[in-house]
């Protein structure tokens, strides 16, 4: 029986009855038992095909039948004897020549797997980054506009960070490109996924876990598609992290070499965002400031001044609305109910909603003003944003679900038990932030001694609707467009955004020689919506340059400059262009511009009112039109599609091409829905107003500044006063 051992410098380093490993030879032991050594530079090889121990049949082994290792193959058999070979004495044997170490087996992950990892984290940052420039920079995105499951969740307890107000999309965006570019570190270290990449995308992976657990829990209101698509890309980047292959060299599997790169990446995306962010809070509030300036001015010169003269809705130039049933113009400016002496030196109201957290947090100024300052009342009236008890809200804005029901508990404590209980209540609903349920509303009225049962009846009566719409018409007269809206003293509190701005504005007035007058809110007569349109209009920034926009009608240097963004499928643009021919008709100093908005999705990712597909039909006809026949070809469409509104469609359209010659085959090609040129200058209009922060059709700019109320909510059409006063203000 042969023996076999393996010498030390052999690979294997263990006995075994398979071949040894190249660079091995055989050689006879020393004790003269007939076994076999295996010795590096033995002269004894195994030739290639005869396997130690390997046997013929009937059971012999081939080296007894005189086949020694290192003999031929059987067809060798007949060539005789080999040659004897010298015998070397062990002592006289050459040393074993050293063997380079073997690297230890490397599974970096291949280049398929690093890539599929590199989209999938890619994937994650572009979604949070989405969400990011919203927050930043007021993007608009398609779908997450007011009310929208986006806007909820980033305005929720899960949209911050407990304690630091820092942005979860933030935090996302950063994480998600610090594993990208850690995960490129591992991939050009080819050594394997260490442990810290992994135990980095389990956090993650456990964080987009928690997230998505949030989200269902609360589906009705969180479902942001954005912040799925980013857990769903972080799940799968985590799974591909977790499946390539593991790191087999023990220094390679503890390198922290990834951590270090994430966590560098991570605070350089930290920073960049927090500059950013700054940087536009820093703008908002150099705006606000200044706003804040103007406001402040303005109480100065109507302090001690005769009272105003009283606005009267409709006595700009124009169109005289219908009658309205309250005259605002002489009704007294204040609410039902009041904080502070009746008889002030500065007098503040404020229409507020209880769900509004600006609303809430100026709330505190002004308590805080009341304590330090006897000689100030404080009047809230409310603007609750909820269609459910304000017609002025759009039906699809689901923002604030309980804010009709806060301010009608706040009434019903009113009605019930007067001022006290108002105020009672009052507090209550602003550290509530204005929600809660039927449990808590429960606990609530047991807390400030008022009867359940009573309470609800006159809370759900027709009166506390009654009273919360009164407020509502009234800050519809005086131009609410947002809340809070603050006025002191009667005059408009611009730029209430500002830090302090209640109390600096107090203070302000407090400290004027000679102080202000001890009055009561009769002599508050702040200017009605018409007028503050007008000047919305006048202080508002050019938003176009002059010049800019595709498709126009009259000269390059005209006085005049219309912008108006549309959709020619939507009975309010036809009633916009309409009243803008009036002013245009046989003028040749005007310059009018059309640009797209239609509202469907099919061409327009900025809609949020999807109405008919026959809108994106409209604009792609009236592109095609003008890229064959230039401006003639555009106007022509556009005139016809206004004239015949009711008939538009594909067939419309083909017949009129084919009136206007031109050629049908190429028309109907540029008219394609997947055309990428027509959709690209449809985009573009779309875009270009979505950036101004701006969404829905029609909207008009005259001079480049926007006409946010060219027809108020009274139905009073404000355009023709505008483009009256820019008539006269245009040099000649």
Same mark, same amino acid.
């Given at each position: 029986?042969?023996?076999?051992?393996?010498?030390?410098? %052999?690979?294997?380093?263990?006995?075994?009855?398979?071949?040894?490993?190249?660079? %091995?030879?055989?050689?006879?032991?020393?004790?003269?038992?007939?076994?076999?050594? &295996?010795?590096?530079? =033995?002269?004894?090889?195994?030739? /290639?095909?005869?396997?130690?121990?390997?046997?013929?049949?009937?059971?012999?082994?081939?080296?007894?039948?005189?086949?020694?290792?290192?003999?031929?193959?059987?067809?060798?058999?007949?060539?005789?004897?080999?040659?004897?070979?010298?015998?070397?004495? #062990?002592?006289?044997?050459?040393?074993?020549?050293?063997?380079?170490?073997? +690297?230890?087996?490397?599974?970096?992950?291949?280049?398929?797997?690093?890539?599929?990892?590199?989209?999938?984290? *890619?994937?994650?940052?572009?979604?949070?980054?989405?969400?990011?420039?919203?927050?930043?920079?007021?993007?608009?995105?398609?779908?997450?506009?007011?009310?929208?499951?986006?806007?909820?969740?980033?305005?929720?307890?899960?949209?911050?960070?407990?304690?630091?107000?820092?942005?979860?999309?933030?935090?996302?965006?950063?994480? $998600?490109? +610090?594993?990208?570019?850690?995960?490129?570190?591992?991939? *050009?270290?080819?050594?394997?996924?260490?442990?810290?990449?992994?135990?980095?995308?389990?956090?993650?992976?456990?964080?987009?876990?928690?997230?998505?657990?949030?989200?269902?829990?609360?589906?009705?209101?969180?479902?942001?598609?954005? %912040?799925?698509?980013?857990?769903?890309?972080?799940?799968?980047?985590?799974? !591909?992290?977790?499946?390539?292959?593991?790191?087999?060299?023990?220094?390679?599997?503890?390198?922290?070499?990834?951590?270090?790169?994430?966590?560098?990446?991570?605070?350089?995306?930290?920073?960049?965002?927090?500059?950013?962010?700054?940087?536009?809070? @820093?703008?908002?509030?150099?705006?606000?400031?200044?706003?804040?300036?103007?406001?402040?001015?303005?109480?100065?010169?109507?302090?001690? @001044?005769?009272?105003?003269?009283?606005?009267?809705?409709? @006595?700009?130039?124009?169109?005289?609305?219908?009658?309205?049933? !309250?005259?605002?113009?002489?009704?007294?400016?204040?609410?039902?109910?009041?904080?502070?002496?009746?008889?002030?030196?500065?007098?503040?109201?404020?229409?507020?909603?209880?769900?509004?957290?600006?609303?809430?947090?100026?709330?505190? /100024?002004?308590?805080?003003?009341?304590?330090?300052?006897?000689?100030?009342?404080?009047? #809230?009236?409310? $603007?609750?944003?909820?269609?459910?008890?304000?017609?002025? !809200?759009?039906?699809?804005?689901?923002?604030?679900?309980?804010?009709?029901?806060?301010?009608?508990?706040?009434?019903?404590?009113?009605?019930?038990?007067?001022?006290?209980?108002?105020?009672?209540?009052?507090?209550?609903?602003?550290?509530?932030?204005? =929600?809660?349920?039927?449990?808590?509303?429960? /606990?609530?009225?047991?807390?400030?001694?008022?009867?359940?049962?009573?309470?609800?009846?006159?809370?759900?009566?027709?009166?506390?609707?009654?009273?919360?719409?009164?407020?509502?018409?009234?800050?519809?007269?005086?131009?609410?467009?947002?809340?809070?809206?603050?006025?002191?003293?009667?005059?408009?509190?611009?730029?209430?955004?500002?830090?302090?701005?209640?109390?600096?504005?107090?203070?302000?007035?407090?400290?004027?020689?000679?102080?202000? =007058?001890?009055?009561?809110?009769? &002599?508050?007569?702040?200017?009605?919506?018409?007028?503050?349109?007008?000047?919305?209009?006048?202080?508002?920034?050019?938003?176009?340059?002059?010049?800019?926009?595709?498709?126009?009608?009259?000269?390059?240097?005209?006085?005049?400059?219309?912008?108006?963004?549309?959709?020619?499928?939507?009975?309010?643009?036809?009633?916009?262009?309409?009243?803008?021919?009036?002013?245009?008709?046989?003028?040749?100093?005007?310059?009018?511009?059309?640009?797209? $908005? #239609?509202?469907?999705?099919?061409?327009?990712?900025?809609?949020?009112?999807?109405?008919?597909?026959?809108?994106?039909?409209?604009?792609?006809?009236?592109?095609?039109?003008?890229?064959?026949?230039?401006?003639?070809? $555009?106007?022509?469409?556009?005139?016809?599609?206004?004239?015949?509104?009711?008939?538009?469609?594909?067939?419309?359209?083909?017949?009129?091409?084919?009136?206007?010659?031109?050629?049908? /085959?190429?028309?109907?090609?540029?008219?394609?829905?997947?055309?990428?040129?027509?959709?690209?200058?449809?985009?573009?209009?779309?875009?270009? *107003?979505?950036?101004?922060?701006?969404?829905?059709?029609?909207?008009?700019?005259?001079?480049?500044?926007?006409?946010?109320?060219?027809?108020?909510?009274?139905?009073?059409?404000?355009?023709?006063?505008? *483009?009256?006063?820019?008539?006269?203000?245009?040099?000649?």
């Amino acid at each position: 029986m042969h023996q076999f051992r393996v010498m030390a410098g %052999c690979p294997g380093g263990s006995p075994s009855p398979g071949p040894p490993e190249e660079g %091995c030879r055989i050689a006879e032991t020393p004790d003269g038992d007939g076994g076999w050594d &295996v010795t590096p530079g =033995s002269t004894n090889s195994i030739r /290639e095909g005869h396997k130690v121990g390997q046997h013929r049949k009937g059971g012999r082994n081939r080296n007894r039948q005189g086949n020694r290792a290192g003999s031929s193959a059987p067809a060798d058999q007949g060539r005789g004897p080999a040659a004897p070979r010298p015998e070397t004495s #062990p002592s006289r044997r050459p040393a074993p020549a050293p063997m380079p170490r073997e +690297a230890t087996p490397s599974s970096a992950p291949t280049v398929g797997m690093f890539s599929l990892g590199l989209l999938f984290a *890619l994937s994650a940052a572009t979604a949070s980054g989405l969400l990011a420039a919203q927050h930043v920079w007021r993007v608009l995105l398609p779908g997450c506009g007011p009310g929208s499951a986006c806007d909820k969740a980033a305005q929720s307890v899960f949209g911050k960070l407990p304690g630091l107000n820092w942005p979860v999309s933030f935090l996302g965006l950063a994480f $998600f490109v +610090a594993m990208a570019a850690a995960w490129i570190a591992v991939f *050009l270290r080819r050594s394997g996924v260490p442990a810290t990449m992994r135990w980095m995308t389990r956090l993650g992976a456990a964080v987009s876990l928690f997230y998505v657990g949030v989200m269902i829990a609360n589906s009705a209101d969180y479902l942001c598609k954005y %912040c799925i698509a980013s857990h769903i890309a972080n799940f799968l980047f985590a799974g !591909v992290v977790e499946f390539a292959g593991r790191s087999r060299d023990p220094a390679a599997a503890r390198s922290l070499r990834p951590a270090a790169v994430a966590a560098a990446t991570f605070a350089l995306m930290s920073a960049a965002l927090g500059v950013a962010d700054f940087g536009v809070r @820093s703008s908002a509030t150099e705006k606000a400031e200044a706003q804040l300036k103007d406001s402040t001015a303005q109480m100065a010169r109507q302090q001690g @001044s005769a009272a105003p003269a009283p606005a009267v809705e409709g @006595s700009v130039a124009g169109p005289a609305p219908a009658p309205a049933a !309250v005259d605002y113009s002489r009704k007294v400016f204040t609410g039902r109910h009041r904080r502070g002496p009746e008889q002030a030196a500065v007098r503040i109201v404020i229409f507020m909603d209880y769900q509004c957290g600006d609303c809430r947090r100026k709330e505190a /100024e002004i308590e805080a003003v009341l304590k330090a300052h006897p000689n100030v009342s404080f009047s #809230p009236m409310f $603007f609750p944003m909820n269609a459910d008890c304000n017609p002025l !809200v759009p039906e699809f804005d689901k923002r604030h679900m309980n804010a009709c029901w806060a301010a009608r508990a706040a009434e019903a404590a009113s009605i019930l038990h007067g001022e006290e209980g108002f105020w009672k209540m009052h507090d209550w609903l602003i550290a509530k932030g204005g =929600s809660f349920t039927d449990a808590e509303l429960a /606990e609530g009225l047991a807390q400030l001694g008022f009867e359940y049962t009573r309470f609800v009846q006159v809370m759900q009566s027709p009166q506390t609707l009654e009273r919360i719409r009164e407020d509502v018409a009234f800050a519809e007269a005086v131009g609410l467009q947002q809340t809070p809206m603050i006025f002191v003293n009667g005059v408009e509190l611009r730029g209430w955004s500002a830090e302090d701005a209640v109390g600096r504005a107090v203070r302000f007035l407090l400290g004027q020689n000679p102080p202000p =007058s001890i009055a009561g809110p009769e &002599v508050d007569r702040p200017p009605l919506a018409n007028e503050k349109f007008m000047e919305d209009w006048r202080r508002a920034r050019v938003f176009i340059p002059p010049g800019a926009g595709r498709w126009a009608r009259g000269p390059d240097n005209a006085r005049i400059e219309i912008v108006l963004y549309g959709d020619l499928h939507q009975d309010l643009t036809m009633v916009a262009y309409a009243e803008l021919q009036k002013f245009m008709a046989g003028r040749n100093d005007v310059r009018f511009v059309f640009r797209h $908005f #239609p509202l469907h999705e099919e061409c327009n990712i900025f809609a949020e009112l999807y109405k008919d597909v026959l809108s994106c039909t409209a604009a792609r006809a009236l592109e095609a039109a003008g890229a064959i026949r230039g401006a003639e070809g $555009f106007w022509t469409f556009f005139d016809r599609t206004i004239a015949n509104q009711a008939s538009v469609s594909d067939q419309f359209y083909n017949a009129l091409a084919l009136e206007m010659g031109i050629p049908l /085959e190429q028309f109907v090609l540029r008219t394609q829905p997947k055309n990428q040129e027509t959709m690209a200058l449809i985009h573009s209009d779309c875009e270009t *107003l979505a950036g101004f922060g701006l969404r829905g059709a029609p909207y008009i700019f005259v001079q480049g500044k926007l006409v946010a109320n060219w027809r108020t909510p009274s139905g009073y059409l404000l355009i023709h006063d505008v *483009l009256r006063e820019a008539d006269a203000q245009a040099p000649r």
